[in-house]
């Protein structure tokens, strides 16, 4: 193979990689959205853990989560 075909071999890997990730990308922050609109899931609760992180703070969300103990 010549120098120039590995040139334009690697121009489409690199376009095709990137195409790929823009389109992840995107219908990530779009199921995001829809979630966020639906009221399936609210994210803006989560942006407050920036600032309001300590080991007193209230849980975001309630656990139902029983633990045994096994004597």
Partial sequence: M??????????????????????VFYSYAYSIYRRQKTG???FEKYSNLVL???????????RDRKIEKND
Wanted: no cysteine; proline share 3%; net charge negative.
């Fill in 40 to 42: 399936e899931k609210d």
């Fill in 2 to 23: 010549s120098q120039e075909t590995i040139y334009t071999l690697a121009g489409y890997g690199k376009f095709f990689i990137l195409l790929f990730v823009f389109i």
């Fill in 52 to 62: 309001d992180d300590s080991l007193d703070s209230a849980p975001l969300e309630k």
